[in-house]
């Protein structure tokens, strides 16, 4: 079997994932920049790590058998899992992103829309959305007020 950087079989590989994220720190051991730190993984050869925006971090492992791209949680608050929902509203669709249902529907609520917890659970999703799919999940509420129009943040 060809193993990859990229792709085991024709699954992507944890790292490949990831490659849309934005990195937030690249820490870097030969270079020993003031931003260093040590590698905090099991792999023993990384000398060069990058911590991500979405709070994963993923490493270079140089060992024996070749390259490997660990990929790990740095801070395991950071990595929570957020929900998605679009609910139609008569002046478009709203488009909800939380952790749980209740803070969604208290988003938008703060956003001026009326909508129950029982209402809400039939419009979650795991899908963003094409009208979404330039703006990156995190908690708030958007507006998408026609086909084609950009979304306009609420919360």
């Known amino acids: 079997m060809v193993y990859s950087t990229t792709y085991v079989g024709v699954q992507p590989t944890p790292a490949a ?40 971090v993923v490493g270079w492992n140089e060992g024996r058998d070749g390259w490997a791209f ?14 998605l929902w679009r609910v139609p509203e008569d002046d478009g669709d709203v488009y909800a992103c ?16 009326g909508v129950a917890a029982r ?19 995190e908690p708030g509420v958007w507006i998408v007020r026609s086909d084609g129009e950009k979304p306009e943040r609420l919360i």
Not at 19 to 41: A, I, N, P
Not at 70 to 83: D, E, G, M
Not at 101 to 109: C, S, T, Y
Request: proline residues 2%.
């Open 70 to 83: 660990p990929v790990t949680s740095l801070n395991k608050k950071a990595v929570t899992k957020l929900l």
């Open 98 to 113: 939380a952790v749980n249902g209740r803070k969604a529907v208290n988003l938008i609520h703060r956003a001026g829309y």
């Open 119 to 137: 209402t809400l659970a039939k419009y979650g999703t795991n899908d963003w959305g094409n009208a979404m799919k330039k703006i990156a999940p």
């Open 17 to 56: 994932r990831l490659l849309d994220v934005e990195v937030k720190v690249e820490h870097h051991g030969v270079r020993q920049s003031k931003s260093f730190k040590k590698w905090t993984g099991e792999h023993k050869n990384v000398q060069v790590w990058w911590e991500l925006k979405n709070g994963k």
